[in-house]
Structure formats: structure tokens, C-alpha cells
């Protein structure tokens, strides 16, 4: 077995990544990093959780642990300050490490740590061992295009997300009485996954996001021009794929499909009025687009089956 360990464990995308750690048949969580409940036992994050698991240590103790794999999911400045041990995997689910161009870096993030590999299994493999888990939105919108790109070179991206896409950290646009009972668009035209999209596309995307009152799940409606036959090239794509599923024709996405699950589904449409291509993709932003994509990358770089500690299917209802 691999051993593992987590930074940043008590955020939401931490809490994820214990999850499927504990369900990974070869990995063996060594330590669970938190700066805020160093020395505390696991119970302190959830009660379920028993007394057989590492007590938190400080994440920069976790990260000398000597894990095989470590999973960072820390703020984008302490993931940039991060120092990678030797040898060891290193998935990265904040978002400094995902952009190649160190203008683009630093216009987005105010930081240039240096892009490591960009880990969207099914469009964009991992290389090596220091890698750059997608954005949520990314990865929906990627799953979506991707194999379009050749295609097209254009698009208008509309997504939504619950509101754990936002993270832990207490905002007014986070409080209930912001959220519930609304439906609100939030950083039209420059939100960070644009040019991460755009990098592995090629072209720029028009990309407004919406913040859903639900707690989690991502559904991402993309609109092109195109003349090529769009749903032979998704199925193509993801025939092979045990997570990503085009779904059969007139059946649409659903969040409630996807919820609490680390897979993936894509509808295709076209338009009657204006002939144009409607690809819509759904997901759980704190799985495909987190935590089990994370463990997807690790996977494959760890040389094991991709799917394992995946969760695929969801609740039938």
C-alpha cells in the first residue's frame, strides 16, 4: 500500500479527501494536517470519525510525515509556498499551480509558484509526479468542450454551483440569508477558471458563473457554432471512460444524479431556432470537481486502477 497524507484537511475539499482516502483499498492515510485542530483527534472534524486515525498534526508536519502521496488542500498562497518533498506525489487542488503562463499567474492569483501538470484524466493525463488538480468549473467545462476544440473556437459558457464551491472561509455572500431563496451571478467575466479553460482549449471562453442555494453539485450549459457532429465526438471521447457518461439523446443532466459522487454526465442539444450546439455537463463540484478527481490523479500516477476510492454511483431515486 501507498501511504498518504492531507493538508488542509478540516475545508470542505479536505474533508472530501479523507473520505475517499478511507475508502482507497491502497492507500494508508500516515497524516491528516490542520493548522487549526493541531493535536486534536479526528473526532474534533466529525464525530463518526474513530479513534484508529491519526490525531491532526500542523500541515507542515503532516507534509514531513514522509507520505508516498500528499494531498494539498490549503489556500492558494500556502499551497504556492509549499516546498514538494522528493519523490513524493503531490496533488495540488488549489488553483496556483494550474496555469503555465507566469503573466497569466500572477494577473490571476498575484502569485508564480511555476505550473506543475495539468491532471484532468479523461482529456489532459497527469506526467510526473507534481500535479495540478482542474478547477470545478474547468473541469466541467472542459469535460464538455475538450473534445470539440477542434471544432470550434468559441463558446458561451453559463455554470452554476453550490455554495461549498466557495470553501469554509465566512463571506456575506456565503450566509444564508444571502443564498437561500436566490439565484445570483458572481465575478462576471473574471473569475479565475477562465484562462485555466481557455489554456487547454486554445481560445478564450465567454464564462459567467451563478451561485445555486444548494449545498453542492455543478452544472455547466455550453453554447457553440459548429457544424460537426458533436455527440459522435463525446461519445468517442469518453467510451472508454468508467466515470464521464453522455447521456442518451433527450435526457438531460441532473445535480441530483451527480451529488455525492465523483462522476460525471454530459447532455447534447441543438437549438431548433438557431441551429446551435448545447452541451451541458453536471458533476459534484466537491467530487469530480475536488477530491475525487484528486484521488483519480493520484491513481494514475500511483500506476493503480483509476477508479479506485471513486465513488460512481449515486443514490437512485
Known sequence: MASAAILGTAGYTGQETLDRVLAHPELDLVALGSDSLAGEGAGALDPRLNGSLPRFTTNEEAAGAGADVLFLCLENAAAAAFAAPENAIVVDLSGVHRLRDGAQAEAWYGLTPGAWSYGLPELYPPEGRLIANPG?????????LGPLAGEIDSAVVDAKSGMTGAGKT??????????????????????RHAPEIAQQLGFAVTFVP????????????????????VRAL???????????????EGVVPEIARVQNTDAAELG????????TTIVICALDNLGKGAAGQAIQNANLALGLAETLGLRLTGVAV
Open 170 to 191: 465566512l463571506r456575506s455572500t456565503s450566509h444564508a440569508g444571502f443564498v437561500l431563496e436566490n439565484f445570483s451571478p458572481y465575478a462576471v467575466g473574471s473569475h
Open 234 to 248: 463525446l461519445t468517442d471521447a469518453y467510451a472508454a471512460s468508467p466515470v464521464v457518461r453522455v447521456l442518451p
Open 268 to 275: 447534447v442539444f441543438t437549438d431548433r431556432a438557431t441551429g
Open 136 to 144: 470545478c468549473y474547468a473541469t466541467a467545462t472542459l469535460l464538455a
Open 210 to 229: 451563478h451561485l445555486l442555494p444548494v449545498r453542492r453539485g455543478l452544472l455547466a450549459t455550453c453554447y457553440v457554432q459548429t457544424g460537426a457532429d
